[in-house]
């Protein structure tokens, strides 16, 4: 993987590496997607496994469920008059 | 299900009035030197004890995965296997160390690594690492681990216990910090399979807050045959390898047939694992936003990619790859080439695990080492560090149900070995494992708690 798409992958992910950081871990990459092209050796044009076991999908009732514990929600967050606070947009 | 194993013996003792104080503070004290655990509560209940992997969420207890970015983090609710267990009078003496959000083998991927019981200079293995250690030093526990690609099996069989992952769906992920939807099971770590199986039906089963549980009755086709598949043992080093061969000897003069076979695609299982497991960690873990759960960017005024990359700052040096390689896998360019074809892949494997599985079990060594010294798990590359996943991989990758078990101890350490089965006949493992029990005698270095 060249630079210019390492660096492009980096921004996609929002991580920010330092230059020791960045070096270590692009070594790293490559020699992992070099291990993951072993797949190149099997041809396979089964449909794909999603899960492991069938699943069917469900769905449940369109209704509404209360939890009252909402202080403890809130604990894990910044709150402005119970209002979550949070970054600009 | 009538209680059996230790959970019945220590139900059935007498114990001192100050019991449960007691055992908090020893187990205080050796988690000094261990660090099995990342958290213990100030007071123990009463009840048979457990543990919880800290990816896994108790209502009230900082729950962190091991991870800065979840500092802080109090869930306000149990987990359903946490919950269903509380209900039935288990004590909650803690959540166990682990790799950060399971990314690792060897548990050493977290502010303190866990130590191994027999011979601290090494490894407990992981990801599941505090479970495996607490297992082995308290006498009378469970722990309740989690396993994606091995973190039940592999530090179960470096600390000498007994570990069982479950067949995907079987047991409820509701409350577990995800690190691969379609990988994660939640499982058990105890010193006897009876109290594995006991606490396995108060947990499994259907729940409405997890879409991929399911409602299969659980079966006990038991087998008197046992297939070997010669890519599963080429690696493993000699000294195992010859231990094996032992063990093979032993199940045969007990009555299981042995037979060998070859599937060769067990040899693109690692990276097939890898590319699914990093692709769906990469989305798991965008919720991390730096304004809820765990670690806060006070920081408001930024804008929001600012924000958020800051908060990922928190990542450990594995998230940090993992979330790239995942990021990677599923672009446009390319998830044909990997993602799509991994899953194919996944597919062609499990139908061919099954052939095998339909009237036999698969047996192997656990891991292909012994437990190694931390500093020598420190140099390894990533991809030396995967490989060793081999014997792990293939039923976690295919959702198949194993146990690893003791079956040796070399140079003073534990050997494990992992009996694998078909989809949903989770029972037929604890049978099989029983029968190990009635004739070999686990080792174990301490007995915290004994009465």
């Known amino acids: ?89 | 299900m009538e209680e059996e194993g230790y959970i019945a013996d220590f139900n059935g003792i007498e114990k001192p009035g100050d019991y449960f104080h007691r055992l908090r503070d020893e187990i205080q004290n050796y988690n000094e030197k261990f660090h099995a655990f990342n958290f213990i509560p100030e007071k123990l209940e009463e009840g048979f004890p457990f543990s919880v992997k800290d990816n896994i969420c108790v209502k009230g207890v900082e729950t962190t995965a091991s991870s800065r970015i979840l500092s802080g983090y109090l869930p306000p609710f149990d987990a359903t296997v946490v919950r269903r267990v509380k209900e039935k009078g288990f004590s909650f003496i803690g959540k166990t160390n682990m790799d950060e959000f399971g990314f690792g083998s060897f548990g050493i991927n977290t502010d303190i690594s866990a130590r191994n019981p027999f011979d601290e200079d090494r490894v407990a293995g992981g990801s599941s690492s505090g479970a495996a250690v607490a297992t082995a030093l308290i006498k009378y526990h469970i722990a309740i681990a989690e396993s994606t690609g091995g973190s039940i099996s592999n530090p179960a069989s470096f600390c000498g216990v007994v570990g069982f992952t479950p067949t995907y769906g079987a047991v409820s992920r509701y409350g577990l910090i995800d690190y691969a939807n379609s990988l994660d099971k939640i499982g058990l770590m105890a010193r006897s399979v009876k109290d594995i199986e006991f606490v396995f039906d108060i947990m499994k089963g259907k729940d409405e807050h997890d879409s991929t549980s399911v409602d299969r009755k659980i079966e006990n086709k038991k087998s008197r045959k046992i297939t070997v598949i010669d890519e599963m043992i080429s690696g493993v080093d000699e000294d195992i390898r010859k231990s094996f061969d032992s063990l093979l000897g032993k199940l045969e003069a007990q009555g299981y047939k042995i037979s060998h076979t070859s599937l060769k695609e067990i040899g693109i299982s690692g990276p097939v694992y890898y590319i699914i497991s990093m692709a769906e960690a990469s989305t798991n873990l965008a919720k991390f936003s730096g304004f809820k759960y765990g670690l806060k960017v006070e920081d408001f005024s930024l804008d929001y990619n600012t924000f958020f990359t800051n908060a990922r700052d928190a990542f450990g040096e594995e998230a940090k790859r993992r979330i790239i390689l995942g990021t990677f896998v599923r672009a446009a360019s390319v998830r044909a080439r990997y993602y799509q074809k991994a899953l194919s892949l996944r597919a062609l494997l499990i139908r061919k695990m099954r052939e095998i599985l339909k009237d036999s079990y698969i047996l192997s060594p656990t891991m292909p080492i012994k437990a190694p010294k931390i500093k020598d798990v420190e140099k390894l590359t990533p991809v030396q560090n995967y490989m060793l996943d081999i014997l792990t991989i293939p039923p976690n990758l295919c959702g198949f149900p194993h146990i690893s078990f003791p079956y040796d101890y070399i140079d003073g350490l534990p050997i494990g070995a992992q009996v694998i089965t078909d989809h949903f006949n989770d029972k037929a493992l604890f049978s099989f494992v029983e029968d190990w029990e009635n004739n070999f005698t686990y080792k174990f270095k301490y007995n915290l708690g004994e009465i």
């Open chain 1, 1 to 89: 993987m060249d630079d210019t798409e390492f660096d492009r992958l980096l921004r996609i992910c929002r991580l920010r590496l330092d230059k020791k950081e960045r070096e270590r871990i692009k070594k790293d990459v490559d020699e992992i997607i070099g291990y993951f092209n072993k797949i190149d050796d099997l041809n396979c044009d089964l449909e794909p496994a999603f899960h492991p076991i069938e699943i069917e999908g469900r769905m449940r009732e369109d209704s509404v469920e209360k939890f009252d514990d909402q202080e403890a929600l809130l604990k894990n967050t910044k709150t402005y008059r119970n209002f979550v606070l949070g970054p600009r947009i």
